[in-house]
């Protein structure tokens, strides 16, 4: 399954909302889709998992939506920390895979 | 807490091998997978496989399966993942992650709640 991610680049200020998307080329089966925020430097760090559950520790401003083949993770007030790669990555059908990104920037 | 303690950064000639290790603190080791997950430069993750610490079954993507192997030592809470054959697209930061059992209302399948802090892996002649 191939995940495409877009906008590959948002570009937003502090206290805007975010909408990331990512398709699949194949149905996810039962939502099993994760996103991950990834800052330089650093491994990835669990926001979504089930495409809706967060991780825990995340802040609500994060939410994720979405079934079949289209996706969508959320941020609903962006903080400057919030800038870094945003992967979403499907774990239901082998081989797994993952999208290429959303970097999210924060003016 | 849950911690995943990688090896340290690499550098390798083409065809030659390496080895990446793993040591996990903090929960159960025998009752969790590892996974490994390599990404290369600007890229995007892609899975290689998983070790089952309990048994040490293994499974592999197809992508690596000719030139991988997963071990563990239970003793050490400790995995490993050697890679053959070694070309200069490998390079790559190599991590282990750890595998969150989820029921998805048919069956259990598996995300990624814990990362190792990753292993970088240059190939160059």
């Known amino acids: 399954i191939v995940l495409t991610q877009s906008p590959d680049t948002l570009s937003l200020s502090p206290g805007e909302r975010a909408t990331l998307s990512c398709r699949a080329t194949q149905t996810i089966t039962r939502s099993n889709l994760a996103w991950y925020q990834q800052t330089p430097g650093q491994a990835p760090r669990l926001l979504i998992y089930?495409?809706?559950s967060r991780a825990t520790g995340i802040p609500d401003r994060f939410s994720g939506s979405g079934s079949g083949t289209d996706f969508t993770l959320t941020i609903s007030r962006l903080e400057p920390e919030d800038s870094a790669v945003y992967f979403c990555h499907q774990y239901g059908t082998s081989p797994q895979t993952f999208g290429q990104g959303t970097k999210v920037e924060i003016k | 807490q849950v911690q995943l303690v990688q090896s340290g950064a690499e550098v390798k000639k083409p065809g030659a091998s390496v080895r990446v290790s793993c040591k996990a603190s903090?929960?159960?080791?025998?009752?969790?997978?590892i996974h490994w997950v390599r990404q290369a430069p600007g890229q995007g993750p892609e899975w290689m496989g998983w070790?089952?610490?309990?048994?040490?079954?293994?499974k592999f993507s197809q992508s690596f399966q000719d030139r991988v192997i997963f071990s563990r030592d239970a003793s050490a809470s400790a995995v490993s993942v050697e890679m053959s054959g070694l070309r200069d697209d490998d390079t790559a930061v190599y991590y282990c992650?750890?595998?969150?059992?989820?029921?998805?209302?048919?069956?259990?399948?598996?995300?990624?709640?814990?990362w190792g802090q990753g292993t970088q892996v240059t190939v160059s002649s």
């Open positions: 070790i089952n610490p309990g048994d040490g079954s293994t």
């Open positions: 903090g929960y159960n080791f025998a009752s969790y997978a």
């Open positions: 089930g495409a809706s």
């Open positions: 992650v750890r595998a969150k059992p989820y029921f998805d209302g048919s069956r259990y399948t598996f995300y990624f709640d814990f």
